[in-house]
């Protein structure tokens, strides 16, 4: 009895030692995830760094040497290795630069934690001194900083030069930069802005060409050609109507169907659609609009042959197949809000622009719109 009671014991004390073992396991588990995220990109940093290439799933290739695009294109599952992702993301919407500087550094401060566990210290006590260490590291920031103020150009071109000198694209830093700080200056207030929202900012890419051909559009650019037909490809003193309305025929519900018998009702119906659109397009150039934006249908085409041929002879442009997504920057943009009905369509719901004009970029066209 008694070495049963022994053994007992013994198990009893196994059992507590792997229950206090577990946890330490776990600790040092997370800290080399951590570390293996952080080596991975440690030789992207600095301007020695070197670019890494990435393949995805589908075969598409990326080469960067950006933190935050590096981790993004990485398949990272272990839970304490997302963290180190998530850091970079936060870092790169917060400041849009240092987000391989942030993940190194955490990695290094891991790695010094490991010998802090190693030496018998509670996990509790070195999360309580680095919280110490971060208020007396913001303090030591704060005191080197020197004050920027938004009406000092060249620093703002400095800063967002250094951004660049680490990227592939470095070489053009000195025709990115002025275009990047601009681009800035004109969506915020350079009086009371503490902060960007870079959505008001949109970026169009066209295959052909070169860095060099980068230009900043103060107004808006849109993928789309105009519908031709032998209406305008350039407005000045652009009145533009943004239409979520068909400029088309109505169609019968799914279930239903027209039966025509002889010519003369097919006539009438020809007639009809004609006079229908006929009416909408009159009451477009009524409100004054001679640039009409057309966002994109599924229900139906969003707009016919018949409805471009009258719109062409009553000198309005058009450029159809808006995405719904975009709406929102549009009528940021230009000032002008979406019409969804034509009882609505109003001058004052009319944006403004001083040119409106389609030009060859590339092996394409695009539609430029000049605010001013």
């Known amino acids: 009895m008694s070495r049963v009671k022994a053994r007992g014991k013994m198990g009893g004390k196994s059992a507590d030692y792997q229950d206090k073992d577990k946890p330490t396991q776990i600790r040092f588990s997370n800290i080399t995830a951590a570390k293996a995220v952080s080596d991975a990109i440690r030789t992207s940093l600095g301007p020695r760094g070197m670019d890494k290439m990435i393949q995805s799933p589908r075969g598409d290739v990326t080469i960067t040497n950006d933190g935050a695009t590096i981790l993004k294109q990485m398949q990272v599952l272990h839970p304490a290795a997302k963290m180190l992702v998530e850091l970079s993301k936060a870092q790169d919407v917060e400041a849009g630069d240092g987000t391989t500087s942030v993940v190194v550094i955490a990695g290094s401060l891991l790695d010094a ?54 990227k592939v694209v470095s070489q053009y830093s000195g025709i990115l930069s002025p275009i990047a700080v601009d681009a800035v200056m004109r969506v915020i207030d350079p009086t009371s802005a503490t902060n960007v929202d870079l959505n008001d900012i949109k970026i169009i890419k066209k295959i052909g060409g070169t860095v060099e051909d980068t230009e900043l559009i103060e107004g808006m650019v849109f993928n ?118 034509l009882d609505h369509f109003l001058p004052e719901n009319l944006g403004h622009a001083n040119l409106v004009e389609e030009v060859q970029t590339g092996s394409s066209k695009v539609v430029k719109v000049n605010i001013r």
């Open 113 to 166: 934690t490991a010998k802090l566990l190693v030496k018998g210290i509670h996990p509790s006590m070195i999360a309580d001194a680095f919280q110490h260490a971060a208020e007396k590291s913001i303090e030591i920031l704060e005191g080197m900083s020197s004050p920027l103020h938004l009406s000092d150009r060249e620093s703002l071109l400095h800063s967002a030069s250094t951004a660049l000198n680490s």
């Open 224 to 341: 789309q050609k105009t519908t031709g037909a032998g209406g305008p490809n350039k407005v000045e003193k652009a009145k533009i109507g943004l239409v979520q309305f068909c400029l088309s025929p109505p169609k019968t519900d799914m279930e239903n169907q027209v039966v025509i018998s002889d010519y003369a009702q097919m006539d009438r119906i020809m007639k009809e659609e004609r006079q229908y659109i006929l009416n909408i397009v009159k009451q477009i150039k009524k409100a004054g609009c001679n640039v009409l934006l057309i966002q994109k249908s599924i229900l139906r085409d969003a707009v016919n042959d018949l409805a471009l041929h009258f719109l062409a002879k009553m000198k309005i442009m058009v450029v159809k197949d808006i995405e719904r997504e975009d709406i929102e920057f549009i009528c940021k943009g230009l000032g002008c809000k979406p019409i969804a009905s």
